[in-house]
């Protein structure tokens, strides 16, 4: 893609696919215990936009960031980094 500006761009993993051209991707992050300072694991799930119906559950994609497409969708999916397994 060529550059777009200074957008957000994050990896994650597809949990669910929510609609036509919609689907639920969940990242990962770690954050320091405010008083403790151990590591903490974290998680945001986030909608993204999904425009040729590609991605499916367990897939992990790479998501940047866009202008609002609906009323909870702010990213769109730039592509696909690995398909899930197939299982059987």
């Keep these: 893609m ?3 500006n ?3 761009s994050i990896n994650g993993v597809v949990t669910s696919r929510s609609g036509d051209k919609s689907i639920k991707v969940v990242y990962f992050y770690k954050i ?7 590591e903490i694991k974290r998680k ?3 909608h993204a936009h999904d425009e040729s119906n ?3 559950v367990g897939d992990r994609v790479e998501i940047m960031e866009t202008r609002p497409l609906s009323k909870l969708k702010r990213w769109r999916v730039t592509r696909v980094i690995q398909k899930a397994p197939v299982v059987g």
């Design 44 to 46: 945001t799930v986030v």
């Design 6 to 8: 200074k957008r957000k």
């Design 2 to 4: 060529a550059e777009r």
């Design 32 to 38: 320091p215990h405010p008083l403790y300072r151990k």
């Design 54 to 56: 590609e991605c499916g």
